[in-house]
C-alpha cells in the first residue's frame, strides 16, 4: 500500500504542474496558447488568381489541384492546422471563367503575416532566345519583352524532382544543382539535343537569372544554374533558392486578387458558452460518480481531472487548432474516459458481490475491464487513424487527431492513474463500512 501511495502523490503533484502549465501558458504572452480555428477565433482569408493561360485546358484541374497541395504543405505543413486551402472557378461562364485559389488562416488578422505564410513560391521557367536575336542592336532588345526574346519550352518548376547547393571543384563556387523528374528527364534531354550551341535561358519568376550555353544532349534530367553566386551574400542567395525550389515551385504563376479579415462565425460568446458548457457537465459527471461509486468515483473525478490537463497541455505543445469540430472531439473522449472507469468499477462490484476480498475484487475488476477498454479504445483508435490519413479535409483531419489523442489518454488515466489511487486508498479492512465505500448503487 505504501508503494502505491508513494505513487498516487507523485501522479497528483505531475497533473497539478501540468495544469499549472496549461493555465500559465495561456495567460501570458506565449506561443503557447490555444490556437483556435476561424470558426471560433476569425483570421485572414487571401484570394489569387492563377494564370493558366499557357495551359491545355485538359490539363487546367491537375496544375491547379498541384497548386492546391503545395500551398497547403507551406501553410500546413502537419496537416491539422485547420487552414483552409481550396480552388474555384469564378467570373463568367465559359472559357473565360477564373481559376482562383483561396486561403484561409484562422488566427491570423495581420494581412502582411499571412502573406508570409503562403510566402513565394518561384516560378522556374527555361526559355530559348529566338534566332533572330542575335541580330538586334542592345538598344532594340531593351524595347522588347521577353515572349519577343524568347521561347517558351514547357520546361518548368512544375517538373522539378528537387534541388541542392554544390560547390565547385576548383573555384569552389556555390551552384544549384536540379534534378527533374522522369517526364522532365525527357524533355530536357529532346531540349538540349535540338538546340546544341543555342542559349537556353532560365527565368525565376521573370527574372533571367541565368543564361548557359547547351554544348551537347544532356541526359538523365540533371543540371546546374551557376554564376553570380560570389561571396557570403552569394552562398546565401544560392541557399534560399535551393530551400524554396525543394519547397515546391508553382506548376502555374499566381497573382493576389484580394485579402479580407474575416469574423468569427461563432464568436469569442460562443466560445465562453462552449467552455460554461463543460465546466457544468465535468461537474454533473463528478457528481453522479461521487454518489454512485462513492470513493471510486471520487478518485475517478481526481483521473479525469488528470485527464483533461494531459490533453490540453498536448494540444498546446503539437500544437492543435481547435475549432468546433476539435472541441466535439474532445468531449467525446471524455465520455470515452469515463466509460473506462465505470467498466472498471461495475466489475470490482460483480467480485464483491460473490464474496471476494476487497483487494483481491480490485485486481480482478481491473483485469476483467482491461480486455473490454483495450478492444474498445483500439477500434476507436483505428477509426481516428482512417479519419487522419485519409481523409484531404483539415477540419475531418483534426477532429481525428483530438479524438484519437485523447482515447490513447484515456487508456492511460483509467489503467494506470485510477488504478494506482485506488490501491493507495483501499481499506485494510473488510467489513460492511469498507465494502459499501467501495462498491457501486444503491445497495452493496
Known amino acids: 500500500m505504501f508503494k502505491y501511495r508513494i505513487w498516487a502523490l507523485v501522479l497528483i503533484f505531475i497533473s497539478a504542474g501540468i495544469g499549472y502549465f496549461v493555465y500559465s501558458t495561456e495567460n501570458k504572452d506565449s506561443s503557447l496558447k490555444f490556437k ?11 484570394v489569387y488568381r492563377a494564370d ?20 497547403e504543405k507551406r501553410v500546413n505543413p502537419f496537416g491539422v492546422g485547420e487552414q483552409i486551402v481550396q480552388i474555384e472557378k469564378a467570373g463568367v461562364l465559359g472559357s473565360n471563367q477564373e481559376n482562383r485559389l483561396i486561403v484561409a488562416l484562422p488566427g491570423i488578422t495581420n494581412v502582411e503575416e499571412a502573406k508570409e505564410r503562403i510566402g513565394k513560391t518561384p516560378l522556374l521557367e527555361f526559355k530559348l532566345i529566338k ?50 523528374n522522369s517526364e522532365g528527364e525527357e524533355l530536357f534531354a529532346k531540349i538540349t539535343k535540338e538546340n546544341v550551341d543555342e542559349t537556353l535561358a532560365i527565368f525565376l519568376d521573370g527574372n533571367l537569372i541565368s543564361r548557359p550555353v547547351i554544348r551537347e544532349e544532356i541526359r538523365g534530367g540533371r543540371a546546374t544554374i551557376s554564376g553570380g553566386f560570389t561571396g557570403q551574400s552569394g552562398l546565401k542567395e544560392a541557399r534560399d533558392l535551393v530551400a524554396n525550389l525543394n519547397l515546391g515551385a508553382l506548376p502555374v504563376p499566381i497573382e493576389g486578387v484580394s485579402t479580407q479579415t474575416v469574423g468569427a462565425s461563432l464568436g469569442s460568446e460562443a466560445l465562453n458558452a462552449g467552455i460554461k458548457a463543460g465546466v457544468y457537465a465535468f461537474i454533473i459527471i463528478a457528481i453522479f460518480l461521487i454518489i454512485w461509486y462513492r470513493v471510486p468515483g471520487l478518485l475517478a473525478v481526481l483521473s479525469l481531472s488528470a485527464y483533461v ?35 472498471i468499477f461495475e466489475r470490482m462490484r460483480e467480485e464483491l458481490k460473490r464474496g471476494r476480498g476487497l483487494e483481491e475484487a480490485m485486481k480482478e475488476g481491473f483485469s476483467r475491464a482491461w480486455l473490454s477498454i483495450r478492444d474498445s479504445n483500439i477500434s476507436s483508435i483505428i477509426t481516428a487513424l482512417v479519419l487522419f490519413i485519409f481523409s484531404s479535409n483539415s477540419i475531418v483531419k483534426g477532429f481525428a487527431l483530438v479524438f484519437g489523442i485523447g482515447v490513447g489518454v484515456s487508456m492511460f488515466t483509467a489503467i494506470t492513474v485510477s488504478r494506482t489511487f485506488l490501491f493507495a486508498v483501499k481499506s485494510r479492512g473488510e467489513g460492511r463500512l469498507a465494502r459499501f465505500l467501495f462498491s457501486s448503487g444503491i445497495r452493496n
Open 52 to 71: 493558366t493561360s499557357k495551359v491545355d485546358p485538359k490539363d487546367i484541374r491537375d496544375r491547379m489541384l498541384a497548386l492546391r497541395d503545395v500551398i
Open 131 to 180: 534566332p533572330e536575336v542575335s541580330k538586334l542592336k542592345p538598344e532594340e532588345i531593351e524595347k522588347k519583352t521577353v515572349d519577343e526574346l524568347f521561347t517558351d519550352t514547357g520546361l518548368t518548376g512544375r517538373l522539378l524532382k528537387n534541388a541542392s547547393l554544390e560547390f565547385g571543384d576548383t573555384l569552389n563556387e556555390p551552384m544549384v544543382a536540379l534534378q527533374f
Open 309 to 343: 490537463a494531459i490533453n490540453l497541455a498536448l494540444y498546446k505543445i503539437i500544437p492543435v487548432t481547435m475549432t468546433s469540430a476539435g472541441i466535439a472531439g474532445f468531449i467525446l473522449s471524455v465520455g470515452m474516459a469515463v466509460d473506462a472507469n465505470i467498466l
Open 36 to 46: 483556435l480555428g476561424l470558426d471560433l477565433n476569425g483570421g485572414t482569408e487571401l
